[in-house]
Every structure is written in C-alpha cells, then in structure tokens.
C-alpha cells in the first residue's frame, strides 16, 4: 500500500513580524507530526497484516500438506487396485488359455474319430466306381414303405406337393 504524499510548499515567508513566523514554524511542524503519524500508522497496519499474511500462508501450506499426503495415499491405494486386477486380469487370462486349449484338442480328437470312422467304413464299403450306377439294397423301412405305396395305388407322400400324394 503505497501513498504518495501531498507536501506543502514551503514558501519563503515575506519580511514579517516574529508572530507570524513562529506561527508558520509551527504550521510547518504540525505537518511534518500529521505525515509522520500517518506513516507511523501505516507501518503498524502493515505489519500487522504481515503477520496475519504470514498466518494464512502457513495454514495454506498445512493445507497444501494434507492435500499431498491425501494425494500420495490415493496413489498408493490405485496403483495396489491396479495391480490387483492386473493379477486377475492374467489369471482369468490363463484360464481361458487353458479351456480353449482342451476345447481344441477335444475337436481334433472328434475330428480324428470321425476319420477314422470314414475310414473304416470306406474299408468297409468302399466307394463305387466313376460312372457306374449306385443299387440300393433294400432295408427293411423300405420295403415297407413301397408294400404302403403298391397298397394305396401307387402313390406316394410328396413334400413339394403341399401335402397331396404324387403318382409313383
């Protein structure tokens, strides 16, 4: 808080009675007392305000304190919650390697039946010759299925009939 002062010129008094220059000597004294009790009063509200300056600047810090250690425990407890679902995160990982592995090996082992499978039976029957015609031996559903048809005039259950009968 700076003041700029107002001084007073003090101008050379004209020849004059001794009255009137005692009496401007102790004009001239009277403000030169008001300045310096104006400056003195200054100077004790500054440093008044200093020193609750100082008192909030150190509460501020303490703040500023308990703001950090607030702030490094918060760090602290994300980066344990952070590991910890790292870890749970590679478990759960494992874990699904793991099923999708026997899950793989189940279908190879499937698959390696179903082969085999086809293989026995094409040693079994094996696949006819290119351009020779396919006879069908008769099974028993079959033949009891063309014993139905001879029996009701020859006609035969047709899908694309809509449910009629279609002639054999």
Aim: charged share 30%; net charge positive.
């Amino acid at each position: 808080m700076s003041r700029q002062y107002q001084h007073s010129r003090l101008s050379p008094a004209p020849p004059s009675s001794a009255s009137d220059r005692d009496r401007r000597l102790s004009d001239a004294l009277r403000q030169v007392r008001s300045m310096f009790d104006t400056i003195g009063e200054e100077t004790r509200t500054m440093r008044q305000g200093s020193g609750t300056n100082d008192s909030k600047v150190r509460q501020y810090l303490r703040e500023l304190e308990g703001v950090r250690e607030q702030l490094t425990a918060l760090e602290t407890r994300h980066r344990m919650a952070k590991e910890k679902y790292e870890t749970e995160i590679r478990q759960l990982k494992d874990e699904i390697d793991v099923v999708r592995q026997q899950q793989f090996r189940e279908q190879r082992d499937r698959d390696q039946r179903q082969l085999q499978q086809q293989q026995q039976l094409q040693q079994v029957f094996p696949p006819p010759a290119p351009g020779s015609r396919i006879q069908r031996s008769p099974t028993p559903d079959r033949e009891r299925d063309t014993r139905h048809w001879a029996q009701h005039g020859g006609l035969r259950p047709s899908s694309s009939a809509g449910g009629r009968t279609a002639p054999i």
